[in-house]
């Protein structure tokens, strides 16, 4: 099957810091790519959907200038944690898909646990 | 709006019991139903899917879910499970390009 990776898997980052998290389709062109947040024991949430060399489009009440994505390759998509706060840790994990792949068959990441101190 | 609901946060079993991992969603349109499947350090993978026609699907590991639309349900049930289906289950439903899902089911399946 395709094959998504995140990196870091964890990073630990102090209060007002960016920090960068990359998502990349390791095996296949990811038109699309997802942004999701999970807080422990709770369900994912997505944060925003981006399809490659286009703008983002964020979900209601999510900061589009706290969580900045970038989708500017086929394999590759950043989200990057803007000035992070300690609300701001979580799990965060992205998924892809290709264009002619059904919405239920995103490939999912191992996901980023962020701290931030 | 639509929600998905997984009633139990945590099931511990023995191994080789039958387990039922439940879920309810509310929408008040057709939805697609899906089980996801996380394994420890790893990500989501599609388990089983419903999208039309008959309302018992199976996975190949041997689960399987029933859609019932008067209960608005989509449990996802296996006969007899081993050590090695310990995860975390979600249970989701997709609309408008998006999915949409539950607050996922912990499986810890004891010897």
């Known amino acids: 099957g395709a094959v998504v990776s995140q990196h870091p898997s964890w990073v630990i980052c102090k209060s007002g810091t960016s920090v960068k998290i990359e998502c990349r389709s390791l095996?296949?062109?990811?038109?699309?790519m997802f942004w999701y947040r999970q807080f422990p024991k709770q369900s994912l949430m997505l944060m925003a959907t981006?399809?490659?060399?286009?703008?983002?489009?964020?979900e209601q009440g999510v900061e589009k200038d706290k969580f900045l994505i970038n989708h500017a390759s086929l394999t590759l998509s950043t989200l990057t944690v803007t000035s992070a706060h300690p609300e701001d840790s979580s799990f965060y994990i992205c998924?892809?898909?290709?264009?002619?792949?059904?919405?239920?068959?995103?490939?999912f990441g191992p996901g980023t646990r962020l701290t931030v101190t | 709006a639509q929600s998905v609901t997984q009633l139990d946060s945590q099931v511990p079993v023995f191994e080789e019991a039958p387990v039922e991992l439940r879920c309810n969603y509310s929408?008040?349109?057709?939805?697609?139903l899906f089980w996801y499947v996380q394994y420890p350090n790893q990500g989501l993978q599609l388990l089983l899917k419903?999208?039309?026609?008959?309302?018992l699907v199976e996975s190949i590991n041997g689960f399987e879910a029933e859609f019932n639309k008067s209960q608005t349900s989509f449990h996802l049930r296996k006969p007899s499970v081993h050590i090695s289906d310990t995860a975390e289950y979600f249970c989701a439903v997709s609309l408008g390009g998006k999915l949409i899902f539950g607050q996922g089911t912990e499986l810890s399946v004891k010897p």
């Open positions: 998924s892809a898909k290709g264009w002619d792949i059904p919405l239920y068959e995103q490939y």
């Open positions: 981006s399809n490659e060399g286009s703008k983002a489009t964020y």
């Open positions: 929408s008040s349109v057709s939805v697609y």
């Open positions: 095996d296949f062109q990811a038109t699309t």
């Open positions: 419903y999208l039309s026609g008959s309302t």
